[in-house]
């Protein structure tokens, strides 16, 4: 009789998995009493920041962008604020006043950094009005709950000049010495004339500021932090990956590089230029379905 009650015991831990994310009800959604007053502060921050918003398509979208990963971080904070969804329900909302005295300054701040495109500015300032109007409209809880999809808004904000002036230069050079490391092996005969060009049999190649390696860096950045929030593994392992991602990123931007300089050699440099416009998309993919399996290796399910 007691192993037959230890086995029930036991049962409902052996089939324990991860809940799968429930999507809300856009009818409850609708029909709340807050929604209206929701939509009118969201449409009141697209006009205010109509001036940032307007440019963001030519920042993702311009050749060799440091940004274009940009245009797919709104639909992963929404995922990552998805899957808070059944805690949320689960907190009553709690209106408050306090964040207008936060909001007034921001806001007037806004004003001016509109008329002078002050795109850094802008950019933090719109991620801390959308922090205060749902702080605002919902209360802290949930804006505490939801702050991390909305901090995460600015991965595809132009946010990282600074970053972007202070090591894209440093990187051309580790990636061109990855690179002619990872050619030697294979048993080239080549040159590197500088810090940044390798000559080849039948193929110069000079590894400009877009193959530094940082747009593929903060591409990963983007990504781990999107999985370790969506996978909530242990601090340390996120730790782990956070700093494994850089050396790991400027191996695959090197691989890249050697795979353009092979093409090229071999095929001419008409191949190998061609084959440097759509590698770095190759890249990323890689990267990503690389990155999937490790969280998965690691426990996420």
């Not at 509109?114 to 922090?131: D, Q």
Request: charged share 10%.
């Amino acid at each position: 009789m007691e192993q037959i009650i230890s086995q029930r015991a036991q049962k409902p831990k052996a089939e324990e998995t991860a809940e799968p994310i429930k999507i809300p009800n856009l009818k409850e959604l609708v029909a709340s009493k807050g929604f209206p007053l929701a939509v009118g502060t969201a449409v009141a921050i697209l006009f205010l920041f109509f001036s940032l918003l307007q440019i963001l398509p030519g920042i993702w979208f311009q050749p060799d962008s440091y940004y274009s990963h940009g245009v797919v971080v709104p639909f992963l904070a929404g995922y990552i604020a998805l899957t808070q969804w059944e805690k949320l329900k689960e907190i009553k909302s709690q209106p408050t006043w306090v964040p207008v005295l936060f909001l007034i300054p921001s806001l007037y701040i806004t004003w001016i950094a509109s008329r002078t495109n002050m795109a850094l500015t802008l950019s933090v300032l719109l991620v801390a009005t959308i922090g205060f109007s749902v702080w605002m409209l919902a209360g802290w809880k949930i804006a505490s709950k939801v702050a991390p999809a909305v901090l995460y808004l600015l991965f595809g904000l132009p946010v990282w000049q600074l970053l972007i002036d202070r090591f894209t230069q440093p990187l051309q050079s580790v990636s061109a010495d990855v690179a002619f490391a990872m050619l030697r092996l294979l048993g080239f005969n080549m040159y590197k004339q500088d810090a940044t060009t390798i000559l080849l049999d039948n193929f110069i190649m000079n590894v400009g500021a877009p193959c530094s390696g940082l747009r593929l860096i903060l591409s990963l950045v983007a990504l781990v932090v999107f999985f370790i929030l969506i996978a909530r593994l242990k601090w340390y392992v996120n730790l782990t990956l956070l700093a494994f991602i850089v050396p790991f990123a400027i191996v695959i931007n090197g691989l890249r590089i050697m795979l353009i300089g092979v093409v090229g050699n071999t095929y001419g440099s008409d191949a190998g230029h061609s084959f440097h416009d759509y590698s770095g998309y190759i890249a990323l993919v890689v990267c990503f379905i690389a990155l999937r399996k490790i969280f998965q290796v690691l426990g996420w399910k």
